[in-house]
T-cell receptor, first 111, second 117 residues
Framework: QKEVEQDPGPLSVPEGAIVSLNCTYSNSAFQYFMWYRQYSRKGPELLMYTYSSGNKEDGRFTAQVDKSSKYISLFIRDSQPSDSATYLCAMPSGGYQKVTFGTGTKLQVIP | DVKVTQSSRYLVKRTGEKVFLECVQDMDHENMFWYRQDPGLGLRLIYFSYDVKMKEKGDIPEGYSVSREKKERFSLILESASTNQTSMYLC????????????????FGPGTRLTVT
């Protein structure tokens, strides 16, 4: 079983829709949760991070963590075509900040 | 802005060739990483380095070696390229704080798409 599982999609939604992207993880030691966004032919860039259970909001993006279920989510409100990208969840572990990445979910927002 | 650059965006090599992928970061970061990214497998760590001349194996080091002679530069070497090394290669870097704590935010380069034929 992989430490981090993520549905690869692709996920196609109309502009303005609410998008829900999810990851599950198996390692209880994970304490810090990140979401990266990767546009086509670019490297990933950090979108959001959170330490704790509950919700963290940043503009149209909300990161949600449920440690009891080992489940994290990223919600995108009022989705835009510019949100079309691959979204990767990521969790650091290990002394030298080794990061375990999900496989990524490809999102397409249709105008 | 942090900038991580990689020497080539696209590279085509023949089986058995020795391949060098170069990565340079301009923010004086201590830690540097090499990943490969494949569909359905995500990002997998090949090697990382926490200081000049220091290196640690990641999850899939077989067939690869690395070199870090200067703080800003981290090279990935494919000693004898094989077709199963066709992939997107991503370099990343992170800083270390004054108290020795490591930042978890990784700054990535644009990637090198390597094709081995």
């Amino acid at each position: 079983q992989k430490e981090v599982e993520q549905d690869p999609g692709p996920l196609s939604v109309p502009e303005g829709a609410i998008v829900s992207l999810n990851c599950t993880y198996s390692n209880s030691a994970f304490q810090y949760f990140m979401w990266y966004r990767q546009y086509s032919r670019k490297g990933p860039e950090l979108l959001m991070y959170t330490y704790s259970s509950g919700n963290k909001e940043d503009g149209r993006f909300t990161a949600q963590v449920d440690k009891s279920s080992k489940y994290i989510s990223l919600f995108i409100r009022d989705s835009q075509p510019s949100d079309s990208a691959t979204y990767l969840c990521a969790m650091p572990s290990g002394g030298y900040q080794k990061v375990t990445f999900g496989t990524g979910t490809k999102l397409q927002v249709i105008p | 802005d942090v900038k991580v650059t990689q020497s080539s965006r696209y590279l085509v090599k023949r089986t058995g060739e020795k391949v060098f992928l170069e990565c340079v970061q301009d923010m004086d970061h201590e830690n540097m990483f090499w990943y490969r990214q494949d569909p359905g497998l995500g990002l997998r760590l090949i090697y990382f380095s926490y200081d000049v001349k220091m290196k640690e194996k990641g999850d899939i080091p077989e067939g690869y070696s690395v070199s870090r002679e200067k703080k800003e530069r981290f090279s990935l070497i494919l000693e004898s390229a094989s077709t199963n090394q066709t992939s997107m290669y991503l370099c990343a870097s992170t800083p270390r704080g004054l108290a020795g704590e490591n930042s978890h935010e990784q700054y990535f380069g644009p990637g090198t798409r390597l094709t081995v034929t």
